[in-house]
Nanobody, 122 residues
Framework: VQLQASGGGLVQAGGSLRLSCAAS????????MGWYRQAPGKEREFVAG????????EYADYVKGRLTISRDNIKNTVYLQMNSLKPEDTATYYC????????????????WGKGTQVTVSS
């Protein structure tokens, strides 16, 4: 699976962005997907995960209610809708895939895409 994230940019605090991650490969529709982020000087952290058919999602506590992960298995794309953005959301956002149907952050991710930069100004 090859992954390409897009949709990042500069936005003011309180604004919204939608990130997309286009996947190539025939296994996308059977793969759990996740979004992670890494801010300068910090370790990469989990943001959100979704199972193979979108029926189950999981979020980091600090994004609940503001970010929504979804997927379109026809378009081979996973999305991250980000609302009410805060300056502390500034980071490079990465999408990743697991070789399993159910998302499990403890298992680690099997494939990573290049990140897309999100900058939130105050």
């Amino acid at each position: 699976v090859q992954l390409q994230a897009s949709g990042g940019g500069l936005v003011q605090a309180g604004g919204s962005l939608r990130l997309s991650c286009a996947a190539s490969g025939r296994t996308f529709s059977s793969s759990a997907m996740g979004w992670y982020r890494q801010a300068p000087g910090k370790e990469r952290e989990f943001v959100a995960g979704i199972n193979y058919n979108g029926g189950s999602t999981e979020y980091a506590d600090y994004v609940k209610g503001r970010l929504t992960i979804s997927r379109d298995n026809i378009k081979n794309t996973v999305y991250l809708q980000m609302n009410s953005l805060k300056p502390e959301d500034t980071a490079t956002y990465y999408c990743a895939a697991q070789n399993r149907r159910g998302f499990n952050r403890m298992n680690g991710m099997d494939y990573w895409g290049k990140g897309t930069q999100v900058t939130v100004s105050s």
